[in-house]
């Protein structure tokens, strides 16, 4: 009976502790939903893409914390997939934006993780061509919060599969003013849509060449309009990393090094606003994406990620991203709760 006893208390110490992790997640989020700050980016409906995935279901009890900066630059305007020369009086030179990010996950069970993510931008900016100024956003993006489930994992095979899903918060839902003008919604920080995520994930491991393949799909889905009337496209996303460990038989300086090849394609519906088409709104993008990952005492992971268009078709005339170039640092954490 006193076995019985001690196994129940156990049981409910460790779903109070659960619980309690996943209140403060979600509180976490509430709060910083209600933030005050305003702000606003340009040509991103949402947090970037922070480049190396953070990848399978963690263990129970075992933190990861994935923090990332990117810098994109864009300075060349498309009529679908040809480049042109736009001149009307506000064209823009060139925009550029900085954005910091993170996501933290945590394995609740051996099945199943929480994440977290969440972003700043530091600045979004447009230049003009026709006169000495300049359009400035900033501020705190959107917050993801999720759950990921594994469906499939076979340890001798190497294969894992698993699917996510999870809700899509602004920090804010109010646009942002500046000098008493509202920015336009390429410069708004924050979407102001709610809306959920769906992903897919599976990973497949090759011991003897040390070769690693991850596939994604990616949905995102936005439900209202935001206070400018605004309302950004569905998004889909799908992305394919190789990766190569130059492991043990190189040197001593490349036994930690990783190399990565990304392919990603991203195909965004036009945004609506006031219930009506905005005609230069969408894409069809893809991508390659070269990253090296440096394995720092089998702790720290670093990560430089160039992000480069290599086919576009864009709906009307548009400001098409020219480049960026990202970073990242991850690091995994045990805890006995």
């Known amino acids: 009976m006193s076995g019985r006893l001690n196994k129940m208390r156990k049981l409910t110490k460790f779903n109070i502790r659960n619980i309690l992790i996943i209140f403060s997640l979600i509180s976490f989020f509430i709060l910083i939903e209600n933030n005050e700050t305003k702000a606003q980016c340009f040509a991103s409906p949402g947090n970037p893409i922070a480049g190396s995935a953070n990848v399978g279901i963690l263990q129970p009890r075992i933190i990861r914390a ?3 900066y990117r810098y994109s630059f864009s300075d060349q305007y498309y009529r679908e997939s040809t480049p042109i020369d736009y001149n009307f009086p506000a064209a823009v030179s060139n925009a550029n ?3 910091v990010g993170f996501n933290i996950g ?9 994440e977290l993510e969440a972003g700043y931008f530091i600045n979004k900016t447009q230049r003009y061509r026709h006169f000495e100024d300049f359009s400035r956003g900033y501020g705190f993006s959107n917050a993801v919060i999720s759950g990921k489930f594994n469906i ?5 095979k190497k294969t894992e599969v698993s699917v996510s899903a999870g809700a899509k918060l602004p920090f804010t839902t109010k646009p942002q003013i500046v000098d008493g003008v509202t920015l336009d919604i390429d410069l708004q920080p924050s979407t102001g849509n709610f809306g959920t995520i769906i992903q897919a994930l599976f990973v497949k491991e090759v011991e003897g060449p040390s070769l690693r393949f991850i596939a994604i799909g990616r949905y995102e889905k936005n439900f209202n309009e935001n206070q400018l009337g605004y309302k950004f496209g569905d998004a889909f996303v799908s992305s394919l990393y190789i990766s190569k460990h130059l492991a043990n038989k190189y040197t001593e300086i490349t036994k930690d090094i990783t ?3 990304q392919i990603r394609h991203e195909y965004r519906m036009k945004n609506l606003r006031f219930g009506e088409e905005v005609y230069a709104s969408g894409n069809n993008i893809l991508f390659l994406a070269p ?5 720092y005492n089998m702790v720290w992971n670093f990560s430089l990620i160039y992000d480069v268009p290599v086919y576009r078709y864009y709906n009307g005339t548009q400001l098409g991203t020219s480049h960026s170039i990202a970073f990242s640092v991850t690091r995994d954490f045990g805890f006995g709760i």
């Open 259 to 261: 190399l990565i090849l």
């Open 291 to 295: 990253q090296i990952n440096y394995n």
């Open 106 to 114: 945590r394995g609740m069970t051996k099945k199943f993780s929480l």
């Open 152 to 156: 499939f994992k076979n340890v001798v």
């Open 66 to 68: 994935v923090g990332f």
């Open 97 to 99: 934006y900085n954005f």
